[in-house]
């Protein structure tokens, strides 16, 4: 069953339940007032019903079908259809889920339909349902409340972001190894999450731009300016977000190129010690070795200290390299 939840409004209750999008269209044509049809994900029969029934444009439901859709706002005649990208920080696993959220609002009627799980629409509608009034104020109502619980529930995930970059920073300056992996994948969160609210600017504008056209109850108006204000706070916090990770990227390339070159500062002190004692030790095995030839003419072969000589010669040897190696802060 792709309803979610199927009611028709007058003036601000909830007048009846209907069962099926059928239904639906009969109790408006007896009773007038609001529709509002919650859909999930709704095959391309229902969507041809709601086309025929409430006039809505091939393109815009050719959109809702095939769904995968940026977030916009875009008018056919007298319905507006508008498409928003919901998200949700996970917390077992530090990501980001987005969900798809498409809305036709037209003059006595509202459709939503999710093309994910989550988030639900069941806390909007209780909420309006508990304000008359304000429900009253017809499908305008409903879209502008529909975008601010969208818009109010992407500070979970602004402040799970967040956390995680201040834990990036820790991972940062303890020598992480995993860290660059993990910048990458929040740069690449961050930058969906941009994706999902930058449009809401120009959709807000737009909005804003038919208040007058379309006579726009002065009480939505203060809505959805505040609905604008979270978004310009929320769209502030995010671009922060990109700026930090690419920082961080750039500290991550610094300290590891850092540690790099220490490793190989290192290793290069222990290639000259290693040389440096090669050398002290060739010293007396290049002597000996001379001397181990055992020639019939060799000055010191039948002289009295030539042994003597030759270990000294070894010793004087050896022990003035270490000199030098020492001097050149090689050992």
Not at 114 to 139: C, F, K, Q
Not at 181 to 207: K, T
């Given at each position: ?40 994900r ?19 439901v ?9 977030p ?18 996970i ?42 009034a ?5 499908p305008e ?23 995680d ?7 940062l ?28 600017r ?69 290639m ?56 050149k802060?090689?050992?």
């Amino acid at each position: 069953m792709t309803i979610i939840d199927n009611a028709v409004y007058v003036n601000g209750l909830r007048f009846a339940d209907p069962i099926s999008l059928e239904q639906t269209y009969e109790v408006m044509d007896a009773c007038g007032g609001m529709a509002w049809i919650g859909m999930f994900r709704p095959d391309e029969a229902e969507m041809t019903s709601l086309a025929a029934e409430f006039s809505l444009h091939e393109l815009a439901v050719e959109d809702t079908i095939m769904a995968h859709q940026r977030p916009k706002l875009e008018r056919y005649d007298d319905v507006l259809f508008t498409v928003l990208r919901p998200a949700r920080y996970i917390d077992e696993n530090e990501s980001v889920e987005f969900g798809e959220l498409h809305v036709f609002t037209g003059k006595d009627f509202v459709v939503t339909i999710r093309h994910a799980e989550t988030p639900g629409l069941a806390s909007t509608r209780t909420r309006l349902e508990a304000d008359p009034a304000l429900l009253a104020m017809g499908p305008e109502a409903v879209l502008y409340a529909i975008m601010d619980q969208v818009v109010d529930d992407y500070q979970p995930v602004v402040n799970g972001l967040e956390n995680d970059i201040d834990e990036i920073e820790d991972q940062l300056f303890a020598g992480d190894p995993t860290v660059s992996r993990r910048i990458y994948q929040l740069s690449r969160e961050v930058i969906q999450f941009q994706r999902a609210i930058h449009p809401l600017r120009d959709m807000l504008v737009r909005l804003k731009g038919g208040f007058d056209k379309y006579h726009v109850n002065v009480e939505l108006q203060r809505y959805l300016r505040d609905v604008e204000d979270h978004v310009e706070s929320v769209t502030a916090r995010a671009d922060s977000f990109r700026q930090l990770l690419q920082n961080a990227l750039t500290v991550d390339g610094t300290l590891t190129a850092n540690r790099q070159n220490e490793a190989n500062a290192a290793e290069s002190e222990q290639m000259k010690k290693i040389s440096s004692w090669a050398a002290i030790l060739f010293a007396p095995s290049f002597v000996g070795s001379i001397y181990g030839m055992n020639f019939e003419n060799m000055p010191e072969l039948h002289w009295a200290f030539g042994y003597p000589f030759a270990l000294i010669l070894m010793f004087l040897v050896g022990f003035g390299m270490y000199i030098i190696f020492k001097k050149k802060t090689w050992l």
